[in-house]
């Protein structure tokens, strides 16, 4: 299933991210990405107040030019299941990075690509066509074209959340 599944969600314009996700207080979704061990799971663990969409995977679609997030049926944690199926629009792509601060910034479009590129979840990478890797980059552009990047850095014991939707919580 891990293989063939990101073959199949790439031909709908989908694709799985490695990542945490929870629907902030404009009904949008934010992302949260990074390298293993970052605080993905933290972070969206900290938002008692916010609907979670998941701490692992996120599944993100583009569907009528817009770019959307959504709990996945298969592979998630159990308690997110009753969650799949409703689509929420994406509010932006946050690269995690621990440090000492808040502090929100915005990424160069080649670091957002490249960073975008490192969290998704293709296992098959090594054995992708050209034609599959141009799908790939191309879908990835089309994402980040309709929701920034952010460079968010963070420790696990400040607050954070008004920097990403403007809440005072």
């Not at 293989?3 to 992302?31: E, I, Q, Y």
């Not at 107040?49 to 996945?72: Q, V």
Request: with cysteine; hydrophobic share 40%; proline share 4%.
């Amino acid at each position: 299933l891990r293989w063939f599944m990101p073959r199949f969600l790439l031909k709908t314009n989908a694709v799985m991210m490695h990542s945490s996700c929870f629907v902030g207080t404009d009904n949008h979704a934010h992302l949260f990405l990074g390298q293993s061990g970052v605080g993905k799971t933290t972070t969206v663990s900290r938002t008692t107040d916010r609907l979670i969409l998941g701490d692992d995977m996120i599944l993100i679609s583009i569907d009528n030019d817009k770019a959307y997030a959504e709990t996945p049926v298969l592979g998630q944690n159990p308690k997110f299941i009753g969650q799949a199926g409703t689509k929420y629009p994406i509010a932006g792509f946050y690269f995690l990075e621990q440090a000492s601060v808040v502090n929100k910034t915005s990424m160069s479009d080649l670091s957002a690509l490249r960073n975008f590129l490192m969290s998704l979840m293709y296992p098959s990478w090594i054995y992708a066509n050209e034609d599959e890797t141009n799908k790939l980059t191309g879908l990835a552009q089309k994402f980040l074209k309709r929701a920034p990047a952010w460079k968010l850095q963070l420790d696990r014991h400040t607050h954070f959340l008004g920097v990403i939707d403007g809440s005072s919580r």
